[in-house]
Each structure stands twice: as C-alpha cells, then as structure tokens.
C-alpha cells in the first residue's frame, strides 16, 4: 500500500472526470500558468497522426471580439498543423512555466545518468536559490485546454488587432542575440515575425484539467454567468 504522504505518479483515477470545478472565472493556478508560460504545446491531429508543435502565445482574459479567454497563435499557411487544422479543427494544448520545485532525484547507482536537476544545477547559488525558495511562490502545476481552433478572416479587423496584440506580447527587452551576445540595454526586439502569408489562430479558453507534479488531476470548466447545467466534461472534454 502506497504512503498516504508520498503517493505514486499519476495516482489519481483520471481516466473520467476527476475534481470537477466549474465556475464563471478560470482558476487561479491556470491564469498563473498561461499568463506566466512563453510557450505552449499544441497538439493537432488529421485523423490518424497526432502532431504537437511547439508554440508562443497570446494569452488574453477576452477580446473586443469574444468575452471568453483567448489564446492566439499563428502558424504558416503550408505548415503541417495549417493542414491538420483545416481537417481537423479540435486541438488540445498543454501549458506549464517551465519553474517546478520538483526535489532533487538521485543518480542511479549505475552512473549512466545523473540526478535531476543533476548535481552541478544544485551547486550553483542561482539554482540553490530557485530550489529553496518559497513553493508557494513557483508554479508546480500544468493545465490542458482542450477546444476548437478557428482561422481568421485575412485582413479582417479582427485578424488585424490579434496580429498586434501578438507582436506585442512577443517583443522583449534584452534579449539573448546570436550566438548569446546580449542587444543594448533596453533595446526591444520580437521573437517572432509575421508574414503576410501567416495565418492567425485563435482558441477560446473554456474547458481543461490541472495536473500537479505528483500526478494529482483537476478537470476544469468556464462558464457564462447564469449557465446552470454545463455539459459534464469526460477527461476534461466535453463529449461530442
């Protein structure tokens, strides 16, 4: 029998819909995990091969043209997910900020790997720093969202200030140039670019789950006001 202290990874019975939270605003811990993330995971699918793409993001509470959260991406019209999307518009997305206070793991005793984080992180006084500071204070959790892509109309106003509001949630200062030379201090530079030929994409945010670190599961789904009976949600989708 497991210790009730340290339970097993993955130990919650997930395969339904476990820990259902419903409410008219997201929880705490996935606007945390979407406002803090650079990045995401975007899984797509034709029907036979899943993909899953790399991605930074726009995370917004809501938009001039939808109340709900939204996510926005863009992806190259030739892109393999460009034609997933197009078949196939249901996605799911995987978001953490890239900060655990996961512990220390020790090396196996055969030396063909080391701990993790391996015990040069753990030496260094930024990296003691980050492991011993408050864990209320890190992230420890990641949230799936689960919905429907949608492409915007090219050239619509809609598409237009989405594309801004992008740009702009992706230009940082200081960043690392080639080959790590730091730009001048307070130059702003974007991290991505925007062709014409990009498509813009865009997710409402209304329906996921929370996992922690130790396999604790939370499915999770946003509601408008006065929505009294939401569809339950199976694994953290809504069924078909």
């Not at 890239?98 to 984080?117: D, F, I, L, Y």
């Not at 209320?136 to 969202?145: D, F, K, Q, Y």
């Not at 809609?158 to 140039?177: A, V």
């Amino acid at each position: 029998m497991a210790d009730s202290m340290n339970p097993p990874l993955s130990y919650e019975a997930s395969a339904t819909t476990t820990h259902p939270l419903v409410a008219t605003t997201l929880p705490s811990e996935v606007k945390s995990c979407l406002k803090n993330s650079r990045f995401l995971h975007l899984a797509t699918c034709d029907g036979l091969t899943p993909h899953i793409s790399l991605m930074s993001y726009t995370y917004l509470p809501s938009t001039p043209f939808d109340s709900y959260p939204t996510i926005i991406m863009t992806t190259n019209n030739s892109s393999r997910k460009t034609n997933h999307l197009l078949t196939n518009p249901r996605v799911s997305l995987l978001v953490h900020d890239w900060v655990s206070h996961r512990p220390p793991t020790r090396a196996p005793s055969g030396g063909e790997r080391e701990g993790s984080p391996p015990p040069a992180a753990t030496r260094s006084s930024l990296a003691s720093l980050l492991l011993n500071l408050n864990t209320s204070a890190l992230s420890s959790i990641s949230t799936t969202i689960t919905g429907t892509a949608r492409f915007l109309e090219p050239g619509s106003e809609e598409e237009e200030w989405c594309k801004k509001q992008h740009l702009e949630n992706n230009t940082f200062e200081e960043e690392m140039g080639t080959f790590g030379q730091q730009q001048q201090p307070g130059q702003r530079r974007p991290s991505i670019s925007i062709d014409d030929d990009v498509r813009v994409v865009t997710v409402r945010v209304r329906e996921g789950r929370i996992a922690d670190w130790k396999g604790g599961v939370k499915d999770w789904q946003l509601v408008s006001e006065g929505d009294e009976s939401p569809e339950p949600l199976v694994n953290g989708v809504r069924p078909a």
